[in-house]
């Protein structure tokens, strides 16, 4: 039977899929597609002649065997092999043909996306907002001829996604879906803003500057902790660039989202004094290593700030140095330690008075047992 295999095996070049990829997939469907036809054999082959331009589909019958006392059940045999290509197959044939190539063509594309975004994971792309009122949960992001999606939890709160714009998005997930690649993209995760900073921070990429640490609440503020690798560098200035220019782009890019930036330390209180930026941090006590506790210490006047909105600042600050981080007044501290040195000064006082008064009362005794001994010798004398 006539079927044009030449065309299919052209079309399928063009896709980028190799001729055994395509004759394995179309005789297998053709198989299939004759196993459906009346009174098909239970066991057959397709043969694709490609100078030909024909195939063939190749069956075998089954044939009784006798039993016998050793076997009395004996599996049947397969006959010879005949033609057994029905006469109206031509049209089943070329529709298999056309359904194949659409399947190995949606794989290869779904392949070429994979393999382009595989790359790209937790990486940013630029994506154009795409309206689906089918999907009202999730926005829809065109990133080039690839559709990502920006679910809802990867939202940030009170941002709005236009039909048409452009955004930044960051590349969270990129998997194997049922329907083909699926791409998740961020908008509230850290790692966009890494991104962002390093897109205006030569210093982070030549390695001068490193981000070791970042609290984001998406929307509201970020705080980030950065370190010198180089000699001489200023690692906040870096990021804050000449007059704020680069955070302030970072900044656009994010809503307006506030960044605090803070120098990172290997002594946990340093680096907590440093993470309740932008509040004054008087002393910070270590309550627990092991547990990583810490009590910070700062002024009434500066309570408020140091604590945030809503308890804001301090969350960012925990999250960001892994310390559970207690916030005292310094003023209540001083008036505490003050307080409890003058009752251990009084304690001390009471302590020193009953040595004393023991020491008197002894010294007496010893003083009275002397005058009966003297008094005793000179009755005795007498």
Not at 58 to 77: F, G, K, L, V
């Amino acid at each position: 039977m006539e079927l044009d295999l030449a065309e299919i095996h052209q079309l399928a070049a063009e896709q980028g899929i190799d001729a055994e990829t395509l004759e394995e997939a179309l005789s297998e469907a053709l198989r299939l597609a004759y196993s459906k036809t009346p009174h098909a054999a239970r066991h057959a082959r397709v043969e694709l002649d490609n100078r030909a331009n024909a195939l063939t589909i190749w069956a075998q019958d089954e044939i009784p065997q006798e039993p016998t006392p050793d076997n009395p059940h004996p599996s049947p045999m397969l006959g010879a092999e005949y033609d057994d290509t029905p006469k109206d197959f031509g049209r089943v044939a070329a529709s298999t043909a056309r359904g194949v190539l659409s399947d190995l063509f949606r794989k290869a594309e779904d392949q070429r996306i994979f393999g382009a975004f595989a790359g790209q994971k937790e990486h940013l792309v630029t994506g154009v907002v795409q309206q689906d009122a089918s999907d009202l949960s999730n926005v829809h992001v065109a990133v080039g001829d690839v559709e990502a999606i920006l679910p809802r939890r990867e939202q940030v709160p009170g941002e709005r996604y236009r039909h048409g714009q452009r955004i930044r998005v960051y590349v969270v997930t990129v998997s194997r879906g049922f329907k083909g690649p699926e791409i998740v993209v961020s908008r509230s995760h850290p790692g966009l803003v890494r991104r962002l900073f390093e897109l205006e921070v030569p210093e982070l990429n030549s390695g001068a500057v490193s981000i070791m640490g970042i609290a984001r609440e998406a929307g509201a503020r970020t705080k980030i902790a950065v370190r010198a690798n180089t000699k001489g560098v200023n690692p906040k200035g870096a990021l804050i660039g000449p007059n704020g220019a680069r955070v302030r782009a970072v900044m656009e890019n994010l809503g307006n989202e506030k960044i605090d930036i803070v120098d990172w330390s290997e002594d946990p209180a340093a680096f907590i004094g440093a993470a309740l930026s932008p509040a004054a941090v008087r002393e910070v006590q270590i309550v627990s290593e092991r547990n990583q506790t810490a009590v910070a210490y700062i002024r009434d006047s500066q309570l408020s700030l140091a604590i945030g909105k809503e308890g804001q600042n301090a969350r960012l600050a925990a999250k960001l140095t892994g310390w559970k981080i207690g916030i005292e007044s310094l003023e209540t501290h001083q008036a505490q330690l003050k307080a409890q040195e003058k009752i251990q000064q009084a304690e001390n006082q009471v302590r020193m008075e009953r040595e004393q008064s023991q020491s008197d009362l002894a010294s007496a005794e010893c003083e009275s047992s002397s005058e009966q001994e003297s008094t005793a010798d000179i009755e005795k004398q007498d």
